[in-house]
């Protein structure tokens, strides 16, 4: 196994970056849709939580990710809306609604998967350098290759 000199800090910051060069690079919602950027980070952790974890709760959810359980609410009413997930009562306890990804992709996801950072990124690094965005980009690649939503699941029980 080889060692990195990054330290546990300098790694988080380096993932608080990239989410706001992510949450940068996202398409306006449309007129008329809840265009507040307050609800992304939430809607973009249930996603993500919601991709190793199908068939789940709002309070499990909220568990896992840490996000209180008003945010986590909040956010699979908004991707509800967006027709990003689906709720079905839940069979052991009607009371409680499982939330599921939508087997169809919405109108609103297919926008932010044609999206691209190549602009963002270039605002945060502070160049128009094309090989090094070529270089930094292609690092990005290697990341998200190996580092997918379902590894977080890896790390604690």
Known sequence: MTSSEM???????LGRTLMKIGEESLPEPAAGADAHRTGTRASLVVLSDLLGHPDTSVSAIARRTGLP??????????LKEAGSVETAPDPADGR??????????????????????????????????????REVADALDVLARYLTPEAVGRLRP
């Open 7 to 13: 330290t546990p800090v300098e790694l988080f910051l």
């Open 96 to 133: 409680r609604q499982l939330i599921r990804r939508a087997p169809e992709i919405s109108e609103r996801v297919s926008e932010v998967r044609l999206s691209r950072i190549d602009d963002a990124l270039g605002r945060a690094l502070g160049t128009d350098d094309a090989e090094r965005l």
């Open 69 to 78: 359980q008003s945010q986590v609410s909040g956010a699979v009413a908004r």
